[in-house]
C-alpha cells in the first residue's frame, strides 16, 4: 500500500496530500518514525494548517524519543551489567592471589 500512495504522488495525483498523510500514516503504523515525521514536515510546509498532519508529526517526534530513550536504557544497563561483571572478576581474582 504504501508504494501505491508513494507512486500516486509521483504521477501528481489529484489529492496529493492526501496520499502523503496515508502514506506518513503507513510509516509511523511501520515503526519507520523519522521518515513519517520527515513526510508531516512536508505537507506542513505546504498546507501549514493541516491538524491531522500536525498531530502525526507530533507523535512522530514523541515516537522518535522514547526510541532513543528507550536505547540509551538499554546501553546503560548493558555498561552497568559489565561494570558488575568485571568487578565481580577482580574480587575474584583478589581472592585467588591472596590464598597463594
Known amino acids: 500500500m504504501f508504494a501505491w500512495l508513494s507512486s500516486l504522488e509521483l504521477l501528481g495525483y489529484e489529492h496529493q496530500i492526501d496520499c502523503m498523510y496515508g502514506s506518513a500514516t503507513a510509516l509511523y503504523l511501520l515503526g519507520e518514525f523519522k521518515e513519517a ?45 559489565a561494570v558488575a561483571v568485571l568487578g565481580a572478576a577482580v574480587a575474584i581474582g583478589g581472592m585467588l592471589l591472596k590464598k597463594r
Open 37 to 81: 515525521r520527515s513526510r508531516c514536515e512536508a505537507i506542513l510546509r505546504s498546507k501549514p494548517d493541516s491538524r491531522t498532519a500536525a498531530e502525526l508529526h507530533l507523535a512522530s517526534i514523541d515516537a522518535i524519543e522514547e526510541e532513543e530513550e528507550r536505547r540509551a536504557k538499554q546501553i546503560a544497563i548493558g555498561g552497568s551489567a
